[in-house]
């Protein structure tokens, strides 16, 4: 269904405003390495073409949700929402005072005045969406090759966003890039194809090329079992075994376009189960982060 763009009534469902307590404490330093903020919509007005209509979901809940579950850092990563203007991701980079870094959407037009000044802000990576659950289609495949020559003398890792078969129908593409890869919420599998699964071996094989970076994030996404999320921990857990110096971890907040939305205080101690080891789990909330984003 077409978004009407001057209809700001959400189409999708809200963050859970009442966060639980997490259990576990996070390392010093923990960083949220998926985070997505909306608006508001009064001050960074949501892109004429966007693909759905988020309720308001601003720094100032965000700095809050993070000081409330002990982290300390985080990677905001641009929203389709916003489209290609970024303000909203360079506003929070400069709120966050060294603590934030970013991932920004970008087009083969964007100035490269542009992308120089997304860099200066702390911005570190760039996404490709190859996945739309909400509808639409990916950029064309040289558009995204343009996008990643214009981010490559920065040193920018390159975000791919896959869901399903995605691994599979976009290995070829994905394993020629040779900037560093990262692949967003373990790809968004279909678990119930199991752990020897087609698209869940291809991105293991992906991992084993070297500059391939996963974000353990997104369990909720993937389960069959909503709020419970035991069915995906194994997958979650064996990417951690397989690469723990290339694993990350983020909330996805506010959870967009979620049928189940999670409460951020359940994610935070799923942490417990997908890297139960002190070691693993400063590599993926501190020391990884700090090494991918450039903390």
Same mark, same amino acid.
């Given at each position: 269904?077409?978004?009407?763009?001057?209809?700001?009534?959400?189409?999708?469902?809200?963050?859970?405003?009442?966060?639980?307590?997490?259990?576990?404490?996070?390392?010093?330093?923990?960083?949220?390495?998926?985070?997505?903020?909306?608006?508001?919509?009064?001050?960074?007005?949501?892109?004429?073409?966007?693909?759905?209509?988020?309720?308001?979901?601003?720094? !100032?809940?965000?700095?809050?949700?993070?000081?409330?579950?002990?982290?300390?850092?985080?990677?905001?990563? /641009?929203?389709?929402?916003? %489209?290609?203007? @970024?303000?909203?991701?360079?506003?929070?980079?400069?709120?966050?005072? #060294?603590?934030?870094?970013?991932?920004?959407?970008?087009?083969?037009?964007?100035?490269?005045?542009?992308?120089?000044?997304?860099?200066?802000?702390?911005?570190?990576?760039?996404?490709?969406?190859?996945?739309?659950?909400? %509808?639409?289609?990916? /950029?064309?495949?040289?558009?995204?090759?343009?996008?990643?020559?214009?981010?490559?003398?920065? #040193?920018?890792?390159?975000? @791919?966003? $896959?869901? #399903?078969? %995605?691994? $599979?129908?976009?290995?070829?593409?994905?394993?020629?890039?040779?900037?560093?890869? $990262?692949?967003?919420?373990?790809?968004?599998?279909?678990?119930?194809?199991?752990?020897?699964?087609?698209?869940?071996?291809?991105?293991?094989?992906?991992?084993?090329?070297?500059?391939?970076?996963?974000?353990?994030? %997104?369990?909720?996404?993937?389960?069959?079992?909503?709020?419970?999320?035991?069915?995906?921990?194994?997958?979650?857990?064996?990417?951690?075994?397989?690469?723990? !110096?290339?694993?990350?971890?983020?909330?996805?907040?506010?959870?967009?376009?979620?049928?189940?939305?999670? @409460?951020?205080?359940?994610?935070?101690?799923?942490?417990?189960?997908?890297?139960?080891?002190?070691?693993?789990? /400063?590599?993926?909330?501190?020391?990884?982060?700090?090494?991918?984003?450039?903390?």
């Amino acid at each position: 269904m077409a978004i009407d763009p001057d209809d700001l009534t959400p189409t999708i469902p809200p963050h859970d405003p009442n966060p639980r307590k997490p259990r576990i404490v996070l390392p010093p330093l923990a960083c949220d390495s998926h985070f997505h903020v909306f608006g508001p919509h009064a001050k960074f007005p949501y892109a004429r073409n966007r693909p759905f209509t988020p309720t308001d979901a601003s720094k !100032e809940d965000l700095f809050r949700l993070h000081e409330f579950l002990g982290i300390q850092r985080g990677v905001f990563v /641009q929203s389709t929402c916003h %489209g290609s203007d @970024n303000r909203v991701l360079v506003d929070l980079l400069e709120a966050g005072a #060294g603590r934030y870094r970013g991932v920004a959407l970008l087009d083969p037009t964007t100035p490269d005045a542009e992308v120089e000044r997304l860099d200066d802000a702390g911005v570190r990576g760039v996404r490709l969406h190859w996945y739309f659950p909400h %509808g639409g289609a990916p /950029q064309p495949r040289d558009d995204m090759r343009k996008v990643i020559e214009k981010v490559a003398p920065y #040193g920018w890792h390159i975000a @791919n966003h $896959v869901g #399903g078969r %995605g691994m $599979v129908d976009y290995y070829d593409f994905i394993a020629a890039i040779e900037a560093p890869v $990262v692949i967003d919420h373990m790809a968004r599998i279909d678990i119930a194809e199991g752990l020897n699964g087609e698209a869940f071996t291809a991105l293991r094989r992906l991992i084993d090329r070297g500059n391939v970076w996963v974000k353990l994030s %997104g369990a909720d996404r993937i389960t069959r079992q909503p709020h419970s999320y035991a069915d995906a921990v194994p997958f979650a857990r064996a990417l951690a075994v397989q690469a723990p !110096e290339r694993i990350v971890w983020g909330t996805d907040w506010p959870h967009p376009n979620h049928t189940a939305v999670p @409460n951020d205080g359940d994610l935070v101690d799923l942490i417990a189960a997908i890297a139960p080891g002190t070691r693993m789990r /400063q590599l993926m909330m501190v020391d990884n982060p700090t090494r991918l984003f450039g903390f």
